[in-house]
């Protein structure tokens, strides 16, 4: 074993003790989708109870006081291990070292699962708009693959918008599980509908999600109404700037701010801090 140091450039340093009130979980699967973008799966403390669409902090055994940053879960509640995706930070305290993390490693995890994406904060209605940009769809891949989220909910629109296509991969595949999963692959097929967009490279459908919702093409290009306080939800998971300009527009359609002890029309989390 080579000589510990308090910055390893590997993942793993577990010469490192694991700090107390944290669970260490094996890395079950890697999977990069760019050079920017990867997913891992690692497995499920037996103990910890969440739900979907919340976060937990996670860190790295390769620090006496290892760094931790939020990562919402991107597996549903009753799933038997927990997915993530991440962005890779070159540079970044954390993702500089997760983004080399390999199958067998150690990831730790804090114990308490918090968060406002859940379908707890949202009083009932007809359909759900889950707007997301970057890796703000993580909440929403455990969400389309949670039972409540359809009985609640006739339809569920995800909306993904990254700069380029490449980015929209995770998006495609996670519907496309969710549409194959045993337990909730029959109602995700009839009510769950995928609207993915690219700012920068040219795509099937380009724009910022704030235009195709205020010049009506989002409405349109799914042939339902314009935003309606009495039977339209919503969930927003990205940047500060797009979640201020969805908020305002969700506003405007006479939609309200919920929380988890004041469920309401639509909430709201950032996808991570600029
Ligand atoms: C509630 C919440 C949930 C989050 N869930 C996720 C998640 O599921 N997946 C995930 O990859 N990150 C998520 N994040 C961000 C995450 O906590 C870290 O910021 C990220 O892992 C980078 O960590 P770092 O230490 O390498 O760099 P940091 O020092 O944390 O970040 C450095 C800079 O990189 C940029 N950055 C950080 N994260 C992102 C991102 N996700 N997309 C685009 N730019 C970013 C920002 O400009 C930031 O200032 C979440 C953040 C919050 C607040």
């Known amino acids: 074993m080579t000589e510990t140091s308090a910055v390893s450039d590997s993942a793993q340093e577990t010469e490192f003790p ?3 009130g944290v669970y260490a979980e094996k890395v079950v699967s890697v999977e990069h989708y760019t050079d920017r973008l990867f997913k891992f799966r690692i497995t499920r403390p037996a103990a910890l109870r969440f739900r979907s669409g919340e976060f937990v902090m996670i ?11 939020a990562y919402s879960v991107a597996s549903p509640s009753w799933d038997e ?13 954390l993702t500089q070292h997760l983004q080399k993390i390999k199958p067998g490693d150690t990831v730790l995890m804090r114990k308490k699962p918090v968060g406002t994406l859940v379908n707890d904060a949202l009083i009932s209605g007809k359909t759900l708009y889950m707007i997301s940009t970057g890796t703000g769809i993580a909440p929403f ?17 995800l909306t993904h918008t990254c700069r380029d296509v490449g980015e929209l ?8 599980a969710a549409k194959a999963d045993p337990l909730v692959g029959e109602e995700a097929t009839k009510q769950l509908v995928h609207v993915g967009s690219t700012t920068r490279e040219t795509s099937d459908r380009m724009g910022r999600i704030t235009k ?15 935003l309606n306080p009495e039977t339209d939800r919503g969930m927003i998971c990205g940047s500060m700037e797009m979640l201020k300009d969805v908020k305002a527009l969700f506003e405007k359609a006479g939609m309200t701010e919920g929380a988890n002890n004041r469920p309401a029309e639509f909430v709201v989390e950032r996808a991570f801090v600029d």
Do not use: M
């Open 18 to 20: 694991i700090p107390s």
């Open 59 to 69: 860190g790295l055994p390769n620090a006496e006081k290892p760094v931790f940053r």
């Open 81 to 93: 291990e927990l997915e993530f995706y991440s962005i890779k930070v070159e540079d970044g305290p």
């Open 141 to 157: 891949a455990s969400l389309i693959r949670e039972p409540e989220t359809y009985e609640k909910f006739d339809k569920v629109v």
């Open 169 to 176: 991969t995770y998006g495609h595949d996670i519907v496309a």
């Open 212 to 226: 195709q919702i205020e010049d009506g093409s989002l409405f349109e290009h799914l042939g339902l109404p314009p």
